[in-house]
């Protein structure tokens, strides 16, 4: 029996919620629409804005009708100004069309909703063009899709049900980070070390991210303060190819299931947000030996503990306030490029009167790479041979495997930036980061990183 049919289990539950489809539509807010008033309530989203208000009434028309469409630019320009290979400033965009729509509300089918998003990419990568960086990156919107000009992210089904426990399953083109290890905080920082999940857990490939996805599915099941998610997804090395509308299943190699536990407390008066997540990710792929290149490793294991917590509340929403996150994630050693990989930053929101939306954030992440692999280069380097670098080559791939720039250990990144909340839908975020020993190696200098994102949301 091959992997996929292990999507049958949540799309079975999904399907009980059949029965509501002859259903009329409720009285008042509908399902999803609750979750996802209760999302930004509760810090699991970003309140939505738009920068051209209403269209001129058509927004409400379209809601009224279920369907919500968010088209939105994003640019982020970063400029090496000390240390690195050499000194220059590279700029990035994404242009992105999301579609929520409620079918509860269009056709009256209980707690369903569809979800896509449609983008475009274009642009280039600081960190590899003057930091020699093949690790992590400066510019966390570069790549996935290789400067597609239209590019599917995600296509999904999912249906909502409960109200005391509530049961959320999803089905379809998935990102695995689209829910697991995610958190509306990540993004606020440019580097890809944390945006859109840390980067001890993403670099392996196999914990896809947005825009990049397979066939997924997951299911989540949340009594109060608490919840409990599995999934499983296709692991492919070209995800769904340069459009994302490739959806077969060759050159797949196993799936991936990951499963999180999280609690959720609210303290005090205040009532301080808190979010506590413990996670395992079980990859059925075959992997090479990162010391021998030879022997294969017939499975990979991921685990990770994630937290954020509010220190003090600036509003209403479940971001408005001071907050205190961190991190850490551990992988095989003798298949995973970063051993270990952890992080600790805090975001202050509203924290300036005068200006209750704009943040001031700051960030370190640092990763270590893996023994083996440093081992490795350390072999290849004493015999004159190209330096590994430890991933692997795709099928198909969308250019050569690039060799190491030095023998890796570690890598430090530290960000601060200003977060400007310029009009609705509008957001300006000056951005500096120190990169101590870029690519994880010391034979390039640290370098020193002026840049910026602009965000509009219409």
């Known amino acids: 029996m091959t992997w996929y049919w292990a999507l049958a289990i949540p799309v079975a539950i999904m399907c009980t919620g059949l029965p509501a489809f002859a259903q009329d539509p409720p009285g008042g807010q509908s399902s999803v629409a609750k979750a996802d008033a209760n999302a930004v309530k509760s810090g699991d989203a970003l309140q939505a804005e738009h920068s051209l208000g209403n269209w001129g009434g058509l927004r409400t028309r379209l809601t009224d009708d279920g369907i919500d469409l968010r088209p939105s630019y994003l640019a982020e320009i970063a400029g090496v100004v000390s240390g690195g290979k050499r000194h220059g400033i590279d700029y990035a965009h994404q242009l992105k069309l999301r579609a929520d729509i409620d079918l509860e509300t269009l056709a009256g089918w209980k707690g369903w909703s569809l979800h896509g998003s449609l983008l475009e990419r274009a642009g280039r990568n600081a960190s590899a063009d003057y930091l020699g960086d093949d690790l992590d990156q400066v510019q966390e919107i570069y790549g996935a899709t290789d400067h597609a000009v239209a590019h599917l992210g995600y296509f999904y089904l999912e249906h909502v049900s409960g109200d005391e426990v509530s049961v959320d399953a999803k089905a379809g083109r998935l990102p695995v980070g689209l829910d697991f290890a995610a958190s509306p905080l990540y993004c606020g920082f440019l580097s890809l070390g944390l945006c859109p999940e840390p980067r001890g857990l993403t670099i392996n ?66 009532q301080l947000q808190g979010h506590y997540k413990l996670g395992i990710a079980y990859d059925t792929s075959d ?50 490029i970063f051993r270990d990989f952890a992080f600790v930053g805090l975001a202050a929101n509203g924290i300036v009167h005068s200006r209750p939306h704009d943040s001031i954030q700051v960030l370190v992440t640092r990763g270590w790479v893996s023994h083996r692999l440093t081992e490795a280069q350390q072999l290849a380097d004493a015999s004159g041979q190209p330096l590994p670098t430890g991933f692997p080559p795709a099928p198909g791939g969308f250019g050569p495997v690039p060799t190491a720039p030095g023998i890796q250990t570690d890598e430090t990144i530290y960000e601060v930036n200003y977060k400007l909340h310029a009009a609705d839908g509008v957001i300006l975020t000056p951005d500096l980061q120190y990169v101590e020993h870029p690519g994880a190696t010391r034979s390039i200098p640290d370098g020193v990183v002026l840049g910026g994102r602009i965000e509009l949301d219409f």
Request: overall charge positive; charged content about 15%; glycine content about 16%.
């Open 205 to 270: 490939g196999s914990f896809s991210t947005d825009p990049s996805s397979t066939w997924g599915a997951r299911v989540k099941v949340a009594p109060k303060g608490f919840y409990l998610m599995g999934g499983i997804y296709q692991v492919r090395p070209r995800y769904g190819g340069p459009s994302g509308f490739d959806w077969g299943f060759s050159n797949t190699s196993g799936a991936v299931v990951p499963v999180e536990l999280g609690w959720t407390p609210q303290t005090g008066s205040g």
């Open 287 to 336: 992997y090479p030996d990162l010391l021998s290149g030879r022997s294969k490793h017939h499975h990979r294991l991921s685990y990770y503990a994630l937290f954020d917590q509010m220190l003090v509340r600036t509003g209403r929403n479940g971001t408005d306030g001071l907050i205190l996150l961190g991190g850490w994630s551990h992988a095989d050693r003798a298949t995973s």
